[in-house]
């Protein structure tokens, strides 16, 4: 290649690395920035402007995650450690010296250290970069690690922005996300000049896609008539989601948080191997049985997912069904844009039948109801209604997928409560639902992703699971916010955090993954429906009894 001033790709922009600064001076904006086409406009003038390095951690920035949602590294980076780098260098008068990629490259410095000293060594080079940023730069590096950017930015509003900076359909680009499963990587290819066409993105064996998810439908009858003719009714197993990647000999399975998961599921590889297809990925649920091959408990599942260090669960002490329901590729052929109909007939023709998630395509509601009450009485949580016509939407949770399963209920502990808004103002209103942990359950908690987020998940033998100012009258607000005022410990602005001693009773929809809770549980949807002062503490429900309820994981 001829040599030029350039370097090696005469047409490639001159490298011009962008300060963070800049997009420091971004957020400022997109905070003060009312309605989304203006914060639409102003993330696609950052993602327009910088340079081509620095695309891909500009869209995670700006979507507020430091990482690639498929990176399977812990960043670790919390309040302390970022406590413990500012001591280590001096704040500059200036700043303004460190670039979005110089940011970028010590974002993945950070994910890659690991082993004794971490700490000391995350904090030394957080110090470094941070010795390089003024104070409101150092401010929004902070804000970008602990998840607290606060712009009014989502992920939906940052891959809007890339369209309009790449002058691109708005479609295509949801459409490659759902597929990468990751903003920056879409915001690298759209904005490149010499990728192909953002239209050709296709799945990839070997690469998790987002799971589609399921709605809640009121009962049978609405869920039948909202999924329209012929509608697939199947049971709603109660474990987890997996799909299993295919190609030739090498089989690759993955979890709903889309991390690897073949090494705890050779039964899930067992059954990549029987797939009658060179290449295939299959989509289904694993459960934990007992001898009789009825499901057990959520928990007893999770202990086969244990992490390295911890001692998981043989493949003897906790045995697995796998049951499969839907297929998103088959030997070169994606089929998430083909109807239910087509895809679940293919996946008959290359899954032995014991491998299927049962499925009843029907309009009749004695059918659906049929199946129902089979679900149930074989131990499991439900029915999924699936509408036939409907295609493989990744990542998504939409109406063409309901579940039908009873209203749940839990008793929780008040660990703490917020003072109201306007009307509410005088009482102690927005209630923190907590959990017990018993000792021998602390292994289900989990670090929330953004520590320091909620200071009442870190009591001691307890974890919350959700907040909530719904289901009680003006008179019990009263009542509420004179018994937390008694029970309070420790007083904030926002109100206050309290023994935990008083029960209520909670009816929610689901219960959803959450990383901002040490319980790695959110309850949606949450209404207190009683006071139960009459109730101990010791009779409310545990971490475990939350993990156990149906809904999504
Ligand atoms: P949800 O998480 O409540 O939105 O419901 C979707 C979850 O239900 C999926 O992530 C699956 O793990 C699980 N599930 C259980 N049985 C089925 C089924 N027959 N079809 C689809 N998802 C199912």
């Known amino acids: 290649m001829a040599g030029t001033l350039l370097g090696r790709h005469p047409a490639s922009p001159l490298l011009v690395p962008t300060p963070f600064a800049r997009f420091a001076a971004t957020c400022d904006a ?16 950052l993602l327009a402007a910088v340079d081509r390095d620095e695309r891909a951690p500009t869209a995670r920035f700006l979507a507020g995650q430091t990482l690639s949602p498929l990176d399977e590294r812990d960043l670790n980076v919390g309040s302390s450690v970022l406590a413990d780098a500012a001591g280590e260098g001096q704040t500059p008068l200036f700043g303004g010296e460190a670039t979005i990629a110089d940011v970028a490259r010590v974002v993945d410095g950070l994910a890659d250290v690991s082993g004794t000293g971490s700490g000391q060594r995350r904090s030394a080079l957080l110090g470094g970069l941070l010795g390089r940023l003024d104070e409101d730069e150092q401010a ?19 891959l809007d922005a890339i369209a309009e900076a790449a002058d691109e359909d708005a479609e295509i680009v949801r459409r490659a996300h759902q597929l990468r499963g990751d903003v920056g990587e879409v915001a690298a290819r759209a904005l490149a000049d010499d990728e192909p066409p953002l239209a050709d993105v296709d799945l990839e064996l070997g690469r998790p896609l987002g799971p589609m998810l399921a709605e809640k439908a009121e009962d049978l009858e609405t869920a039948l008539a909202e999924a329209g003719p012929r509608a697939f009714v199947e049971p709603k197993l109660d474990g987890a989601r997996i799909q299993i990647h295919r190609r030739g000999e090498d089989v690759r399975v993955f979890s709903r948080r889309l991390t690897e998961v073949t090494d705890s599921l050779p039964e899930a590889r067992e059954v990549g191997d029987q797939l009658d297809a060179e290449q295939a990925l299959a989509v289904g649920e694993v459960y934990a049985v007992d001898e009789d091959g009825r499901p057990r408990p959520f928990p007893d599942l999770m202990r086969r997912f244990r992490r390295e ?86 990542g998504r949770r939409g109406r063409s997928w309901l579940k039908v399963k009873p209203a749940e209920t839990l008793d929780l502990i008040v660990l703490g409560a917020e003072w109201g808004h306007g009307r509410r103002s005088e009482w102690l209103s927005n209630y923190h639902l907590g959990v017990r942990v018993p000792d021998d359950q602390r292994d289900l908690l ?71 809770y040490r319980s790695g549980h959110a309850l949606r949807f949450a209404r207190i429906t009683a006071i139960r002062d009459d109730k101990p503490v010791r009779g409310a429900a545990t971490v475990a009894d939350v993990a156990a309820t149906g809904g999504p994981r």
């Open 140 to 158: 929004w590096l902070r804000a970008l690690f602990l998840g607290e950017l606060r712009t009014g930015v989502q992920e939906g509003l940052v």
């Open 446 to 516: 989990q670090e929330p992703s953004q520590p320091g987020q909620d200071p009442v998940t870190r009591r001691e033998g307890h974890a919350m699971v959700g907040k909530t100012f719904k289901g009680l009258t003006d008179e019990q607000f009263g009542w509420m916010t004179d018994r937390l005022q008694e029970l309070a410990e420790t007083e904030h602005g926002w109100g206050v955090e309290v023994a935990p001693s008083l029960v209520v009773e909670v009816t929610f929809e689901a219960v959803q993954d959450s990383s901002k």
């Open 309 to 394: 260090h911890e001692r998981r669960a043989s493949r003897a002490e906790v045995p697995v069904a796998i049951r499969l329901f839907d297929l998103l590729h088959v030997d070169g052929t994606t089929l998430i844009d083909d109807a239910l109909t087509e895809r679940r007939a293919r996946l008959e023709e290359l899954a032995p039948e014991d491998l299927l998630t049962p499925a009843v395509q029907t309009s009749r509601l004695a059918e659906a109801e049929t199946v129902y009450d089979q679900a149930q009485g074989e131990g499991h949580e439900g029915v999924m209604v699936k509408a036939a016509e409907s295609t493989y939407e990744p």
């Open 30 to 45: 997109l905070r003060q920035l009312d309605g989304r086409n203006a914060k639409r406009e102003g993330a696609a003038e």
